[in-house]
């Protein structure tokens, strides 16, 4: 009898140790998929900061900008170089929008995304005309849920 409840309280705490360590081993992730999170909160915001520094300080964009207010025509790497603009900022709104799919960013993070986008659509000929014609080198659902926003 001593011996089968001995092995009885072995049985035990080897499954409390399997479960302690399935519960450690969950907590670590949780931490690694919280740290993760962050890290790619403070891509978004460095790629976002980049982009905005660039265009700022471009002496070449603001030239371009004002032959187009001029009505000036554009040589083609000019009209190549106004239309990374647009492109830079969809490819950023698309990488939002795959972290969402993901589940690495919430939904009130690409619903304010979102916005911007349509804002940018209706205020900026330049980014409309690109978004006319080059939202087909984008993703499909990206492109669906752009697309359903602009229609609201």
């Given amino acids: 009898m001593n011996a089968e409840k001995t092995r009885f309280i072995v049985e035990i705490i080897g499954i409390a140790a399997i479960v302690a360590s399935l519960i450690f081993v969950g907590l670590q992730m949780r931490q690694t998929h919280e740290i993760a999170l962050v890290t790619l909160m403070q891509m978004r915001s460095d790629a976002a900061r980049e982009l905005a520094s660039a265009q700022i300080g471009s002496e070449p964009l603001l030239q371009i900008d004002a032959k187009v207010q001029a009505g000036e025509e554009l040589t083609s790497y000019e009209t190549l170089t106004r239309s990374l603009q647009p492109f830079l900022f969809f490819n950023q709104f698309e990488n939002s929008h795959f972290l969402l799919e993901q589940g690495y960013i919430t939904e009130e993070r690409w619903e304010s995304d979102l916005e911007a986008i349509v804002i ?33």
């Fill in 120 to 152: 940018f659509l209706d205020r900026y000929p330049t980014y409309a005309e690109y978004w006319a014609e080059w939202k087909v080198i984008f993703r499909d659902s990206y492109v669906a849920e752009v697309e359903q926003a602009i229609t609201r």
